[in-house]
């Protein structure tokens, strides 16, 4: 429920930037609204449980274009402030929203600021917690599940970079194969790690002890994957 709220709400967020930025007849700017509520590739970020914090970020960076816009039009430093604190907000939800400065400078282009020393300058106090932010991903790339990473080459790692942006883009524009749940039939599993995965809905810090105390070589066998299954369920569910 929590997620659908915020997916609303940034559904009204889409509505005013084609109105306020844009400049867009209502009728359009309800149409785009409309379609990015009811996109079929939201569908998991609105769903899981575990993907609440891309539409939380998701919030916060939408709720910043309008924020920062107005520090365009009204040229006050409270509202630069504001943008400030809700950039942090929206980094702390997801930490992909750093790459979201480059579309500051967007909008200051597209307001015709043209002073580009005084963007800089502004730009660099929303690099602190930018890097910050890249740097504590970084290390937990080091023990999550996309440690294999560090073992990739260049150019390997640039392919990574560019299959995010192509298969989301394709994802927009032929929206197929997206669903709420997933297989897991990857997992060999047993009543055991059902009866775990029960128990974790409600008491979902507990997820490695319930895994051991119900069975302790399924616990072993998921712990390969870096990842815990126990978890996936119990936040999907």
Known sequence: VT?????FFNACLVLLIALMIFRVSPLAALAAALLFITHPMN?????WISARNQVMSAFFQLLLILVYWRYLEKKS?????????????????????VMFIPLLVA???????????RIAIEKLVFLIPAV???????????VGPLHAIHDMSTLERMGWVIKGPVFYLGRLIFPYHLTAYYDLTYFSLEWSDFLGFAIMVKRPVQKYSVLFLSDPETGKKID?????????????V
């Open 224 to 236: 390969q994957y870096n990842y815990s299954v126990v978890e996936f369920v119990a936040r999907r």
């Open 132 to 142: 910050l932010a890249a740097m504590k991903a970084v290390g937990n790339i080091a």
């Open 107 to 117: 909008l200051d282009w597209l307001d015709g600021r043209r002073d580009w020393r």
């Open 43 to 47: 569908v998991e970020a609105v769903s």
């Open 3 to 7: 997620s659908f709220v915020l997916h």
């Open 77 to 97: 430093r409270n509202w630069l402030a504001a943008a400030f604190f809700i950039f942090v907000l929206a980094v702390l939800s997801k930490v992909t929203a």
